[in-house]
C-alpha cells in the first residue's frame, strides 16, 4: 500500500498479526554486490489497532 502523503519512493503496509496490527515503513532498493535486502531502510511497529497505526504512519509523515 503507498500514499501519495508519505515521501516519495516510502512503501508502507498495515498488516493484522494476531491480536497486534504490524505497520512497516521502508523505501524500496535494487539487490546488488553490497544490498543483501530490497531496501534502503525499514522499520515495524507492533501496535494494538488499525486507528493507532493510522496515527503513528501520521506521525511519520509529518516528521519526514
Given at each position: 500500500?503507498?500514499?501519495?502523503?508519505?515521501?516519495?519512493?516510502?512503501?508502507y503496509?498495515?498488516?493484522?498479526?494476531?491480536?497486534?496490527?504490524?505497520?512497516?515503513?521502508?523505501?524500496?532498493?535494487?539487490?546488488?554486490?553490497?544490498?543483501?535486502?530490497?531496501?534502503?531502510?525499514?522499520?515495524?511497529?507492533?501496535?494494538?489497532?488499525?486507528?493507532?497505526?493510522?496515527?503513528?504512519?501520521?506521525?511519520?509523515?509529518?516528521?519526514?
Amino acid at each position: 500500500m503507498k500514499s501519495s502523503q508519505l515521501p516519495p519512493g516510502i512503501t508502507y503496509s498495515i498488516i493484522p498479526k494476531g491480536a497486534e496490527i504490524i505497520l512497516s515503513i521502508w523505501e524500496p532498493a535494487q539487490l546488488n554486490e553490497s544490498r543483501i535486502l530490497p531496501f534502503l531502510f525499514k522499520t515495524n511497529y507492533r501496535l494494538s489497532s488499525k486507528e493507532e497505526a493510522q496515527l503513528m504512519l501520521r506521525s511519520y509523515q509529518i516528521t519526514c
